[in-house]
């Protein structure tokens, strides 16, 4: 198949020798603890065969659905935070042109999302932009009770009736929860809302191959059989002990032990702004706990060399990068020719203003590995449904076997509660009051 590649000479040259062989020796035991169930959050790999099983019909039904809001609607928000959010956000920003928002010819509905930041500013702007659109909601959240996307969804319900009248409201708001319990389930079937289910077995950042990620990328008018034949053919990829996922688990987990307690996800594409994030979740939840963990952060490049670059080039060196570098860009920009050459540019003259761009990121990778920094690479050939289907894949796959090689269990996030516990405690919520009473004493 034409595939992602993943290229780790530039990043196990750094390690000693021996550690690579000895990480990589775990590496069939935790295959084989996914693949037969029997690894600690084994009632959360639904994941794992999610993109073979994904019938036809199943995604008809998502398509008919997002053909009816997309007739209703110009514009669509998704409320939904962490994993029912991030992922839809990565590949519809991946995908689309960044400026057609501003364009706005009426080609594609405009996407939004709230219900990940309980701003108080941006919900009243997010209101007064509605008030002069035909807008529909997704309301995606898991556990149905998650109070950032249940606040947001709620002004958004009552603007969204208001404004649109109680019957349309019930053709243009869609939930995408649990088939059972919580509260959006309890709102979609006493509304009547369209609603899609989202599998018990796959955690909230496994879920962007279900309705969650789905549905607001079908909306947005992207192609969802060759996301889905990506993530397929990878997950066809990865089924022996040794492949692209594997070898990237390893190698991680080697520098990890080898002091770099840091992996920076790099990309050179302003698109693929919201795949660092969604990766960051991925890693973040799956790995940081029991107090080991390797710490995800992810930087912009060119950006950002102008705001970490120096940081990483001279800073503490407990880091390394793995550097997403997409060979084909969609459009084509030459740097015209200026007969005063005022701005000295005149050398790039008729060359593609990739072609800058990829000696930047050789530059970078060059003077990076030299001050320190051991480098993966991960190349796509393309941005495109294909390859992004095939990069979630492998990164959620990679991020089983990581986990494992580091002792915990990838698939719960325990440590999330904490914050809410606190805050209901703060707001006096019904059944938090002992909390609230210990929490008063500390303050
Ligand atoms: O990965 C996770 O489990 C979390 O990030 C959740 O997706 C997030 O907290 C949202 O939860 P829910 O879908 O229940 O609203």
Same mark, same amino acid.
């Given at each position: ?66 053909? #009816? ?233 060119? #950006? ?140």
């Amino acid at each position: 198949m034409n595939a992602i590649r993943l290229e780790l000479d530039k990043a196990t040259a750094f390690l000693p020798e021996g550690l690579l062989d000895e990480v990589k020796a775990a590496v069939p035991a935790a295959q084989q603890a996914l693949e037969q169930q029997t690894c600690p959050g084994n009632d959360f790999l639904g994941w794992m065969h999610l993109p073979s099983g994904i019938t036809p019909d199943f995604l008809a039904e998502i398509k008919a659905c997002a053909a #009816t809001l997309r007739e209703h609607c110009d514009t669509i928000v998704v409320a939904g935070i962490g994993g029912s959010y991030l992922g839809a956000r990565a590949v519809i920003e991946a995908l689309g042109n960044q400026f057609e928002w501003l364009a706005n010819d009426g080609s594609n509905p405009i996407m939004l999302f709230a219900g990940n930041n309980i701003g108080e500013d941006y919900l009243a702007e997010l209101s007064a932009y509605l008030r002069h659109r035909k807008f529909g909601v997704i309301n995606i959240s898991k556990s149905g009770t998650t109070t950032e996307t249940a606040l947001a969804f709620r002004l958004l319900k009552k603007q969204c009736e208001d404004q649109r009248g109680k019957e349309t409201a019930r053709k243009v708001i869609v939930a995408v929860t649990d088939a059972a319990k919580g509260a959006a389930r309890t709102t979609a079937d006493q509304e009547g809302y369209t609603s899609f289910v989202i599998p018990d077995n796959v955690g909230g950042r496994f879920s962007v191959l279900t309705p969650v990620g789905l549905l607001p990328i079908a909306c947005a008018g992207f192609d969802l059989d060759a996301l889905v034949k990506g993530a397929a053919d990878m997950e066809a990829e990865c089924s022996s002990d040794d492949n692209i996922a594997t070898r990237y688990a390893a190698v991680r987990n080697a520098l990890y032990r080898a002091g770099k307690k840091i992996e920076i996800l790099v990309n050179y594409q302003p698109k693929l702004h919201f795949m660092n994030e969604w990766w960051k979740q991925l890693y973040g939840e799956s790995e940081g706990k029991d107090g080991v963990g390797i710490f995800p952060a992810a930087v912009d490049f060119t #950006t950002d060399l102008h705001s970490m670059g120096q940081w990483i080039q001279e800073g503490e060196r407990t880091i390394f990068e793995t550097v997403i570098s997409v060979e084909k860009p969609r459009h084509t920009v030459l740097v015209p020719h200026d007969e005063e050459n005022l701005d000295g540019l005149n050398f790039l003259a008729g060359k593609r203003v990739d072609e800058v761009n990829k000696m930047a990121e050789l530059g970078t990778l060059l003077a990076h590995v030299d001050g320190g920094v051991p480098n993966l690479r991960i190349v796509m050939p393309e941005l495109n449904e294909y390859y992004l289907g095939q990069l979630i894949y492998f990164f959620e796959r990679a991020c089983g076997i990581s986990g494992l090689l580091l002792n915990v269990n990838p698939f719960d996030q325990p440590g999330v509660e904490a914050y809410k516990k606190n805050m209901f405690a703060l707001l006096g919520k019904p059944g938090y009051e002992a909390e609230t009473e210990a929490l008063k004493a500390r303050l």
